[in-house]
């Protein structure tokens, strides 16, 4: 964003909005700050500079959050990495660039992250599977993580493929076993950025300890997911690592604004171990849809009509657009 998009957003918000606006104006400046540094402090892992074969992708997770429940999942360890972004754009753009095409034409990459839709390309995989297209699932208002994990097995079993990336939706909120809505219809919670738990958060809508509590049980519901995938594929050195974190008020910051460059935010699991394909889970291919009040994503539509329902996604995942 630049200054005079800030100005510019700024007195909408104002108009709309009046002294709440001035609040929101005042943060959003304060986050450019970070900003304009973070352009320039650029570091962080890249995920193609390091060795794997399988790459389980949990979005906004943590480091702290996850190191809490390793001792649960044999699979898991108190190692970490820095994250060469701090929200998923940034992630994508830097470990996606022209620089590691070779390497991302050898891929399979599996993911439920809808920015894929803006920044990847299928022509620049061996496979791109965009599970968000047909397993969105209205009630929670997210990806449900059997949905990745299924999609991901396929795609190990069936392509001949040097690696295998499965990009999970969560931790990231919606938080599936306690949304959190406190009462809220689904159809206006998310229906503006403002209305996510961060922002809640950091006005004292919500109590902190409630949030972690729900984004450890969301960690908890993903990682029982996982669990399956590590028994339905081969991958000698297999990772899971997260594609940035996710800030709780840390230098008065919240959520995962892109490129800010706080350790906090970019200090991300990097747990190394092996999977096996055991034929524990025959993949339910049948099983995708897209609800029946989900918007519709039609990759043939035109450029307008693609960004209004991905939009919509990514507004529903607490994304500001």
């Known amino acids: 964003m630049t ?43 890249r995920i193609y500079e390091t060795d794997w074969d399988l790459l389980v992708v949990l979005d906004a997770c943590r480091w702290d959050l996850l190191a809490e429940v390793a001792d649960e999942y044999a699979f898991l360890d108190e190692e970490w990495t820095y994250s060469a972004g701090s929200s998923s754009a940034e992630w994508m753009c830097k470990n996606f660039a022209a620089e590691y095409a070779d390497e991302a034409a050898r891929t ?29 699932d209205e009630s929670v208002r997210t990806i449900p993580a059997t949905g990745v994990t299924e999609r ?16 999970y939706m969560q931790p990231h909120h919606p938080f599936v076993p306690d949304p959190m809505d406190d009462g809220l219809p689904r159809n ?14 950091r006005h004292g809508a919500v109590d902190r300890d409630r949030v972690w509590e729900a984004y450890r049980d969301n960690l908890h ?7 399956d995938l590590l028994e339905n ?7 899971i690592t997260a594609d940035h974190g996710n800030l709780l008020g840390e230098f008065g910051l919240y ?67």
């Open 3 to 45: 200054f005079a998009d800030w100005v510019r957003d700024s007195r909408e918000e104002i108009r709309e909005n009046g002294w709440a606006g001035v609040r929101e104006a005042t943060y959003e400046f304060y986050v450019g700050t970070y900003r304009q540094v973070g352009r320039r402090l650029n570091y962080g892992r």
């Open 108 to 136: 399979a990459h599996v993911t439920a992250n809808p920015y894929s839709e803006r920044l990847l390309s299928s022509e620049d995989f061996l496979l791109l599977d965009e599970v968000w297209r047909d397993r969105w």
């Open 152 to 167: 991901a097995i396929h795609a190990g079993r069936t392509t001949d493929t040097d690696r295998l990336i499965a990009h």
């Open 188 to 201: 206006e919670f998310g229906s503006t950025p403002w209305d996510s738990v961060w922002h809640r958060l």
């Open 221 to 227: 519901y993903v990682l029982d997911s996982v669990a």
């Open 233 to 239: 594929v081969d991958a000698e050195r297999a990772v």
């Open 255 to 321: 959520a995962h604004p892109d490129y800010v460059p706080l350790p906090a935010l970019k200090r991300v699991p990097w747990c190394v171990t092996a999977a096996e394909d055991r034929r524990t889970v025959d993949p339910d291919l049948d099983g995708d849809r897209v609800t029946e009040d989900a918007p519709d994503v039609d990759a043939d539509a035109d450029a307008g009509t693609d960004d209004v329902s991905v939009g919509d996604r990514l507004e529903h995942l607490g994304y500001k657009q």
